[in-house]
């Protein structure tokens, strides 16, 4: 095998498994969609596993295990995670976590090779979502291993992209 097909096979590899990964499994960093309607914002997270668990398999121990627990706890509880500017009134509805090394989600199937990825949305119902001036992303506080967020926004007014770097969590949404 050729130096050039061992890459080719590392790098398609490397994107995970999920259908809706937004991008390449890179440890470290993590992809954040946001998109914000009058009477909703859903954010949608996709990270490689390590990020927010310091390992990308199956827990085998007690101890991995309350770990990867309090990693789903964590997440579950995303109005922590994301604080969404106040004046738009909005409430966290619903949070779907998919990770197959976790066995999270309906398509949950056994992780194959070295990574593994975790996707998480997370729908939040606001009274008056277009007055979301900003938003807080928790998720350097809560998780580590993540260093940098790549971020999408799409709101009513157009599509930006911004990147937030550890520590920085606020992420603005209209000027
Ligand atoms: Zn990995």
Request: glycine residues 10%; proline residues 5%; aromatic residues 6%.
């Amino acid at each position: 095998m050729t130096p050039q097909r061992i890459a080719t096979l590392f790098a398609a590899f490397c994107f995970g498994t999920a259908a809706w990964a937004a991008g390449p499994h890179q440890h470290g960093v993590a992809q954040l969609d946001v998109g914000v309607e009058p009477g909703r914002v859903v954010l949608e997270l996709d990270t490689p596993l390590d990020n927010l668990l310091g390992f990308e398999r199956a827990p085998r121990t007690d101890a991995e295990r309350e770990r990867a627990a309090a990693v789903v706890k964590k997440l579950q509880a995303a109005d922590g995670l994301f604080r969404i500017d106040p004046a738009a009134g909005c409430t966290l509805e619903k949070v779907s976590l998919k990770s197959a090394a976790l066995g999270l989600g309906a398509d949950a199937a056994p992780a194959k090779g070295e990574h593994a990825d975790l996707e998480g949305r997370f729908e939040f119902r606001c009274k008056a979502g277009a007055k979301a001036g900003f938003l807080e992303v928790g998720l350097f506080e809560a998780f580590a291993p993540l260093k940098r967020i790549e971020l999408q926004v799409v709101t009513q007014r157009g599509q930006l992209k911004a990147v937030l770097v550890r520590p920085a969590s606020r992420v603005v949404l209209a000027r």
